[in-house]
């Protein structure tokens, strides 16, 4: 197999997406923990990180269009120039409805970058390569996830969240002169569109995204606050997030590539391991022992995002980035779910422990539910 020169254009996007994805995971995981410096209740936190999916969902389906009509780099562009501005605004803000209007702005600027820098992955594939450019594509979003949260938590434990947030809003801009592609993608409109999404490989990968999601986006949202509440600071949160990115990237090249061959196989023993390690959250719910639930989980997810990407885009050419952003919205449903589910059992309940139980039991049933579809389509 040909190597891809360190130097082109495809690594140039591999690294402004890697940064991107830092920058962002620098303040996200921060921002439970800063809604409760404005005594933000459960709920309202749920809402106040579930509100960037409003924008994502809404305006995803427009920039996938658009990102095969126009430049895939300039809706990139657009993306980090967006996330920047969302982190001024945090570093401005001073209640938790600010914050809601910094994460609806974040909304607009992951639904911007984020199908744009997937699909440029699978029109640079080589044929029967799709899953092995989306595995390194994957591999950046890993680093990001696995450094950004450890910058963050360090910048604000010892110097504060706003400063973080200017520190990225800042960084954001410095991206965009590595985010250039040579050509556009003026691709025509038609059948191909609703084929696509009505694919059984497609289908099975979003319902799988979205039940993923939910499930964590939800627990991360309120592991943070809990252990905020028994007294850990941001160091052991982030160190948390982190340690599952880590993990995570060992096997997403190995995955990308299983998963030209195997997409639904792959997919489910992901699944399988992630449910896992939701139920050895439930049970070691703080540190040290949490780490050992967050590497198993980083494996996991290593797995998943390569295999999930492969199964539902591997086998399109055309209309690859309106399919990419209709697939990368069932993250933005888990977002909008996930945190506002388990914030309401939280408070209705009176117990943290309630809500922790529901996403073992989700990944599981999704891995199932693979399971089940695979087994009816080969």
Do not use: H
Not at 108 to 113: G, K, Y
Not at 197 to 226: E, H, P, Q, R
Not at 347 to 367: D, K, R, V
């Amino acid at each position: 197999m040909k190597a891809i020169p360190l130097n082109s254009a495809i690594w140039r996007l591999n690294i402004a997406t890697m940064l991107f994805f830092t920058l962002v995971q620098m303040v996200v995981p921060l921002i439970p923990r800063y809604a409760l410096v404005f005594g933000a209740s459960p709920s309202m936190i749920g809402v106040a990180v579930s509100s960037i999916s409003v924008t994502a969902i809404a305006l995803r389906p427009f920039f996938g269009l658009l990102s095969d009509k126009w430049v895939r780099s300039s809706l990139m562009i657009l993306g980090a120039v967006l996330a920047s501005i969302s982190y001024a605004l945090l570093f401005l803000s001073e209640n938790i409805y600010t914050i809601m209007v910094a994460r609806l702005i974040e909304g607009a600027a992951v639904a911007s970058f984020i199908p744009s820098s997937i699909a440029s992955a699978v029109d640079s594939a080589p044929e029967g390569r799709v899953g092995e450019m989306l595995g390194w594509r994957s591999l950046m979003v890993g680093i990001g996830f696995t450094v950004g949260p450890g910058i963050g938590g360090i910048l604000s434990q010892f110097f504060s969240y706003r400063a973080t947030f200017i520190i990225a809003s800042l960084l954001l801009l410095t991206i965009i002169p590595l985010i250039k592609t040579s050509e556009n993608n003026r691709k025509s409109f038609g059948g191909i569109y609703v084929g696509g999404l009505g694919n059984k490989y497609f289908l099975t990968a979003f319902l799988s995204l979205i039940i993923y999601a939910v499930s964590w986006m939800g627990l991360i949202t309120f592991l943070s606050a809990y252990l905020k509440l028994l007294g850990y600071g941001d160091i052991e949160i982030g160190f948390f997030v982190s340690l599952q990115a880590l993990s995570s990237l060992m096997l997403r090249i190995i995955a990308g590539k299983l998963s030209d061959k195997y997409p639904e196989k792959t997919t489910y023993l992901s699944l399988l391991i992630i449910s896992s390690s939701f139920f050895m959250i439930y049970i070691f719910t703080t540190p040290p022992y949490l780490y050992l639930a967050s590497i198993v989980f980083g494996v996991g997810v290593g797995i998943f995002i390569p295999s999930c990407q492969t199964l539902a885009l591997g086998r399109r050419r055309g209309g690859v980035g309106f399919l990419t952003s209709i697939y990368t919205m069932g993250m933005d449903i888990g977002n909008l779910i996930g945190p506002v589910i388990l914030g309401l059992i939280v408070q209705y309940s009176g117990n943290y422990m309630n809500a922790f139980l529901i996403p073992p039991i989700l990944t599981l049933t999704a891995g199932i539910l693979v399971l089940l579809i695979s087994e009816s389509i080969m």
